[in-house]
């Protein structure tokens, strides 16, 4: 990555994973191995963990996400969480957009785009997934799919409030598959990504978003990746979960 432009920054998305003592106990071990990480550190955790992962990372390098929140300020929407509950509890990120919830959840360009509007009216900072499937990549067809979903993902979203976001490019065939992209497929859409922002709010604010990685990353092929010129840290799913692991990442991030 660019370090001059972009601090790395490395975040874990627990997924429905971890009670709340496992919880406790996998931020306990983590803390030590991240003191002092030259980039961002942040966990992303399951709603029921947010209390406790608040607690145990108070006066750390570690920040705190939720893995997703709804649009509506409140109301009759059951099961759902708002940005403002999020930012009451003092969550500082939110994922917004993941695959799995576009997958299994219904969501869509259009409910991301009014969770990311929701998300940045209370305050968080979001972590902003794009990707393309399998079969699209398969259909050469990968560009138009990311440009599209990070132009409805940020309508309306000011110059301003681009500080905010953080992009995370994931190819979905390489999330949780063990199947990483190469370095070079990664840096490539990246960069593509970059240019579509660089069409939105030109080249300052595209050299200083921080877009991010993720499918697979993992202790062993974490430094190839993050040494891309166009990939400014990672979301990391399943290794996240060891905290060797993750630390390595971090570490790797902070070179
Ligand atoms: P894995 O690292 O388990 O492939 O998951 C990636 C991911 O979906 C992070 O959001």
Known sequence: MNKNLRKAVIAGNWKM???RPEAKALIEELKPLVAGADCGVVICVPYTNLETALEATKGTNIAVGAENCHWAES????GEISAAMLKELGVQYVVIGHSERRQYFGETDVTVQKR????LD???QVILCIGELLEQREAGITEEIVGMQTKVAL???TEAELKNIILAYEPVWAIGTGKTATAQQANEVNHYIRTVVEGLY???AADAITIQYGGSMNA????ELLDQP???GGLIGGASLKAPDFAAIVKAASR
């Open 17 to 19: 994973n971890k009670t």
């Open 75 to 78: 109301g009759a929407f059951t």
């Open 116 to 119: 990311v509007r929701a998300a």
């Open 122 to 124: 209370a305050g968080l």
């Open 155 to 157: 309508g309306g979203v």
């Open 202 to 204: 030109g080249k300052a």
């Open 220 to 223: 062993k092929n974490a430094e």
């Open 230 to 232: 166009d990939v400014d």
